[in-house]
């Protein structure tokens, strides 16, 4: 683990700001209750053990989105969660005197970051250092702990503008994250296998470069629309799918999945078979008989076999994007079959993706029969791909 962890320090006493991401799925107006909340609860709860005075900073949905609301009702859970006092704190009160009156022990969770008008704009660690919020926070704090992988990637003001301030380190959600990602990173592991799927074309084709340029993956299984595209720079003809690349963009990204392609032939698995929609009928395929006036809506039985050999001979494995419609019963085949092999088999697993939780409570799994369940999405793309994130780039080394 290369970065200092918060419990390196004596926090009794210390005013100590985290930064998490409570951002929950909010369903008519009620939030959500899900992994991030109970994880970074567990994490509230040990430093407030510790004796610290805990100050909560979090974000929750976008500007102009339904999702975009106070995190009132959040910290009504994290209440209840960690059954500590804690006061909710919104940013038009007296939020520096409310932070100066606190006991050590006692939590705060200030209101949702993206209220701030500073908040999401493009700057530099030192230039959000002068934010007006930033700068009435800074002077207050002991310690800055950043506890999300999911937010890292981006340069928000609470996200990186505490460095000038404080030290910033590492919190226990974070640490896991980082510790579980490290096992990829090891040049002396063979047998990392990527099984990449899901219809994000241009942030998977990111990753997979990056993971086989920096040795993270010695073999890639890629599903999904993902493997279309793959198909497609092979020279296969879908059919009815092919205008659907067209119109959505993706005919540009063929040319670099060629690319890698050419490189790393021996490394990429592709499709052997689809599962086609034949009027809401599962129609299986082989790739040899395409091109198809039908849609691709899954992977196919065989490509499902081939896929499972590879994961059963290795030892680490990354599972992110599904197969394909998994959420339509007929087509969630591959993605299933898939996770139960890797959930059965005995590797160091790591499953990610923004929909990974919800799809694994739909197969009957859950998080335990994996190695590491990220909790991360576009952050975890692009710590895997190699590129730096700014939310790591801030903490103290060891």
Request: charged residues 30%; contains cysteine.
């Amino acid at each position: 683990m290369k970065y200092k962890s918060v419990f390196d320090f004596d926090l009794k006493g210390k005013t100590v700001f985290i930064r998490t991401d409570l951002n929950s799925s909010v369903v008519e107006g009620r939030v959500v209750i899900s992994s991030r909340l109970r994880e970074h609860s567990k994490t509230i709860y040990a430093l407030s053990e510790e004796g610290a005075k805990v100050v909560v900073l979090s974000h929750q949905g976008r500007p102009g989105e339904e999702g975009f609301i106070s995190l009132k009702r959040h910290a009504d859970h994290i209440r209840k969660f960690i059954d500590k006092p804690l006061k909710f704190v919104k940013w038009e009160d007296d939020f520096e005197k409310e932070i100066k009156s606190m006991k050590d022990g006692e939590v705060i969770i200030l209101d949702n970051t993206r209220f701030l008008k500073d908040e999401q704009t493009k700057k530099t660690p030192e230039e959000h250092a002068e934010d007006e919020t930033i700068k009435k926070l800074g002077v207050l704090g002991d310690l800055f702990v950043q506890d999300a992988l999911s937010v890292s990637h981006r340069s928000h003001a609470s996200v990186v503008g505490f460095k000038k301030y404080m030290p910033c380190v590492v919190g226990p959600v974070l640490e896991k994250e980082i510790e579980a990602l490290e096992k990829l990173e090891d040049g002396t592991n063979n047998g990392k296998l990527l099984v990449l799927g899901g219809a994000k074309l241009k942030d998977s084709i990111k990753l997979l470069k990056g993971m086989l340029e920096n040795g993270m993956a010695n073999k890639v299984c890629v599903g999904g629309l993902f493997g279309e595209l793959f198909l497609k720079a092979n020279g296969t003809k879908l059919g009815a799918k092919d205008s659907f690349f067209t119109e959505k963009g993706f005919d540009e990204i063929v040319p670099a999945a060629k690319e890698l392609l050419d490189k790393y032939s021996r490394k990429l698995i592709l499709p052997l078979d689809l599962g086609l929609d034949d009027n809401k009928k599962r129609k299986e395929i082989k790739v040899e008989e395409l091109p198809s006036d039908l849609n691709p809506m899954d992977i196919g039985v065989e490509t499902t076999e081939s896929f499972k050999k590879e994961i059963r001979e290795s030892k680490v494995v990354v599972f992110n994007g599904p197969m394909g419609v998994y959420e339509k019963e007929k087509f969630s085949v591959g993605t299933k079959k898939i996770l139960e092999a890797i959930a059965f088999h005995r590797c160091f697993s790591i499953i990610g993706g923004g929909d990974t939780e919800r799809a694994l409570t739909g197969f009957g799994l859950v998080p335990q029969d994996f190695s590491h369940v990220s909790l991360a999405g576009k952050a975890l793309l692009q710590y895997l791909s190699g590129t730096p994130l700014p939310g790591l780039e801030i903490l103290e080394k060891n």
